[in-house]
């Protein structure tokens, strides 16, 4: 297969990506090798306003999966002719990253990605599903892989689907308090998509259609990377010692709509590793399941360090005569012995 020359001057059109803000647009450039395998160049920023992991040495691994939702849309826009009218709707997206390899540098992260595309319907004369998998390499060296199924809707099937949920006059539930960012790897409750339900493992969706990452752009459902970044926080919950997340995957079965709350619950599972540990969550809406994840976070193996012991103080002599202090005299007393300024002074 041909190499993609390098090139991290530009983004690609944000049209492409479905990104408002050319900010968010992480794509460079991308090549065809033939009908169904192309590559892609994207960039990382060092440090992200939203996506950035809890430790802080790394980066986010939700930027995987924003790159292979951003890689799946260019590709079927530009290389296999889908409208930008038409919707995309996510089906399933899982990822792996190899995190030793995707430790934050001196300078941005610049991302080779190989993609290939099967399972390629069409309807109607136009492509209508496509299975993207996506390889990712950095210096060379493979840093993560995933996949997604996405599936691209008409309009006119979009409207009949949707109906009533166009219309711009919508209603919303109230926004809610968010649990303590600290919980969840945040430092802003702005951040946090998580409200607390009184249940240590069930917590209410928060969406703040203010949020300028996960609202990039007006929607008429809740967007999938919400969901992602709910299922993220509910695991940081349960595990808070883990670091970044390793791996996960994810299934949306329906959508998600902003006027009836969406209940987010979580258990962790048995992961048969003594380095990992395995979370998973699951969306309802309506009484029906919305969205279903598991996830793989990495957690030390190495024992805890023992506390340091407490020195044992040391006795304190008794003062001796000489060092003992001696009764300050009167000034008065002083005046009557003759004594001079200084040694009032020094009294």
């Known amino acids: 297969m041909q190499s993609l020359p390098a090139q991290f001057t530009t983004t690609v059109p944000k049209e492409l990506v479905h990104r408002a803000a050319v900010a968010e647009v992480l794509l460079t450039r991308w090549l065809r090798h033939d009908a169904s395998h192309f590559s892609a160049s994207a960039q990382w920023p060092r440090g992200h306003s939203f996506f950035k992991s809890p430790d802080g040495v790394h980066y986010d691994s939700m930027l995987v999966a924003e790159t292979i939702r951003q890689v799946s849309t260019l590709i079927a826009h530009a290389e296999f002719d889908v409208p930008l009218t038409s919707h995309s709707l996510m089906g399933d997206l899982d990822y792996t990253a190899d995190l030793d390899l995707l430790k934050v540098g001196g300078t941005p992260a610049d991302l080779e990605l190989s993609v290939t595309c099967t399972e390629i319907r069409r309807t109607g004369g136009q492509v209508s599903k496509i299975r993207f998998d996506v390889v990712f390499f950095r210096d060379g060296r493979q840093a993560a892989s995933g996949s997604a199924v996405a ?40 951040d946090v998509v998580l409200a607390p339900s009184g249940d240590q493992q069930r917590w209410l969706l928060r969406a703040d259609t203010r949020h300028p990452i996960l609202f990039d752009h007006p929607g008429d459902h809740i ?125």
């Open 151 to 190: 599936a691209f809707i008409r309009p006119e099937v979009y409207r009949r689907v949707r109906g009533d949920r166009l219309s711009t006059t919508r209603a919303e539930l109230p926004l809610l308090t968010p649990v303590a960012p600290r919980l969840v790897g945040r430092y802003s409750g702005d």
């Open 223 to 347: 967007p999938g990377m919400v969901l992602l970044e709910a299922a993220r926080q509910a695991a940081r919950v349960l595990v808070p010692a883990g670091a970044s997340v390793s791996s996960t995957v994810n299934i949306f079965e329906r959508y998600v709509e902003f006027d009836a709350p969406c209940w987010i619950e979580a258990r962790e599972e048995p992961s048969g590793d003594l380095g990992t540990r395995q979370v998973s969550v699951r969306a309802e809406q309506y009484g029906r399941t919305a969205f279903t994840n598991t996830i793989t976070v990495p957690v030390s193996t190495e024992p805890a360090a023992a506390p340091l012991p407490v020195p044992t103080p040391l006795p304190i002599p008794a003062p001796r005569a000489a060092d003992r202090p001696v009764a300050a005299r009167p000034a008065a007393a002083l005046l009557a012995n003759g004594a001079t300024a200084r040694q009032l002074a020094n009294a």
